[in-house]
């Protein structure tokens, strides 16, 4: 089933980040008393009761145009309307309802998608008496919460996850890799569809559209065969001026659901970006492969050793999970395009990829040895036994006298000697550790 997106609106300040933050149940998103802190984008995985869904906090603008402040909220309220599953239009019980409040509310009660209003501060019982007054505005479902403590966000997302409909009558998926092609707007993606599909017509068919909204294309040619989702495609709406970053944002996560292996494109020109490392580490989370391609490598003036030192640059941004191919290409020029989908193939394969328990065991057993597990209060820490688990993501377990002992850094070595021994390219690898 493709993911959920529920996106949070509201005017700034009024605690969009510190709900983003509680339903994550994590500090990602910076918070400030200061109106306009979140400047990125802030998305994650949220899950509640056995059901995950993608969250997008909308953020805050920072402007001295109030007429220009305005509209910048409006343009994104209309672009979580139409592109999120969910909206969750936070208000504050502080401020009671302000002119924004309304005017968002008003685009919100013309939209077709389930909105859920979260009044939000409402810590002791004056203001609880003073949020009743935002049942005027008309939504048949608002929640009273404390995003700080956590009061009434447990109603919340019983309420969010009710609104996640499995289709039991599903069809299994295509057999067929899927690759979706993700990245900054202007990085070229649709130049990049357009140069890989366009070499013969005749053999690449348009699949028929999701309720996603991307578009599948069915490649194949070369002996390879594979699915691409286009994420490029932005359909231009009347009387809305479309927030490019933020439709990209939504775009690559809503695809990343459906996917196999996300070819992040990043342009040289520009690097990758924070918003672009935020991407790849949800897709990371979310298990899926990662290829990065370089496009417009043709306009970087080169010397001896630019490659070199342009692909430490990404990996060290992307520390610690930087096993992970890097492509340089030119979709303008078709420059290794198509190296760019052998290794998104290979990427496919190795996420697939089950070693033998035997050999397992021989080889991480020998290593652990040379470099055991520090002691822990006195005792001594052992590793006795490695098994893959049977997951769509590479997973490895490994069973110990004294699990809870072992630490994160040792956790990583672990993985780097999976990764040394064993192709895992492209794709991010699970540890658990468990009690024998």
């Known amino acids: 089933m493709p993911g959920f997106t529920v996106a949070i609106v509201g005017r700034p300040n009024v605690g969009k980040s510190t709900l983003f933050n509680r339903l994550l149940e994590q500090r990602k998103a910076i918070v400030d008393d200061q109106s306009g802190v979140t400047r990125d984008r802030q998305y994650g995985i949220a899950d509640w009761n056995g059901k995950t869904f993608n969250v997008v906090d909308t953020g805050g603008f920072v402007s001295r145009s109030e007429d220009v402040f305005e509209r910048e909220i409006r343009k994104q309220v209309h672009i979580a309307v139409e592109e999120a599953d969910l909206i969750l239009f936070i208000c504050d019980t502080a401020t009671g309802i302000t002119a924004q409040d309304e005017d968002m509310a008003d685009v919100l009660r013309r939209s077709s998608k389930p909105v859920l209003l979260v009044v939000n501060k409402v810590d002791n019982p004056e203001r609880a008496l003073y949020a009743t007054e935002f049942y005027g505005l008309g939504f048949e479902n608002t929640f009273l919460i404390s995003s700080i403590s956590g009061s009434g966000t447990g109603e919340l997302l019983d309420e969010v996850v009710n609104n996640i409909k499995v289709d039991e009558t599903e069809e299994e998926s295509d057999p067929l890799p899927k690759f979706a092609i993700i990245g900054q707007p202007n990085a070229g993606k649709s130049t990049l569809l357009n140069a890989l599909v366009s070499q013969e017509r005749t053999i690449v068919s348009d699949v028929a559209g999701t309720t996603r909204d991307t578009i599948h294309t069915h490649y194949k040619l070369f002996g390879k065969e594979f699915i691409l989702i286009d994420t490029a495609g932005i359909r231009k709406k009347k009387n809305v001026h479309e927030d490019l970053e933020f439709y990209s944002v939504i775009r690559a996560i809503k695809a990343m659901d459906e996917t196999d292996v996300c070819m992040l494109l990043v342009d040289a020109k520009n690097g990758l970006t924070s918003q672009d490392v935020s991407i790849f580490a949800l897709a990371a989370r979310k298990g899926k492969g990662v290829v990065i391609l370089v496009n417009k490598w043709d306009l970087v003036e080169k010397e001896t050793n630019t490659a070199r030192d342009y692909e430490k640059d990404i990996k060290d941004k992307l520390a610690p999970f930087s096993d992970v ?50 002691m822990s209060r006195g005792y001594s820490v052992r590793i006795k036994f490695v098994q893959q688990v049977p997951t769509t993501v590479p997973s490895f377990a490994f069973y110990s006298n004294h699990p809870e002992a072992i630490k994160e850094p040792y956790k990583n070595f672990l993985e780097n000697k999976l990764r040394s021994h064993f192709n895992f390219s492209g794709v991010p690898i699970r540890i658990f550790l468990r009690k024998k």
């Open 325 to 374: 191919p890097v492509i340089f290409i030119s979709a303008q020029d078709k420059t290794r395009i198509f190296q760019g989908m052998e290794k998104a193939l290979e990427v496919n394969e190795n996420r697939k990829r089950r070693v033998i328990t035997s050999v397992l065991n021989e080889i991480m057993l020998r290593e652990i040895e040379r470099y055991p597990p520090p």
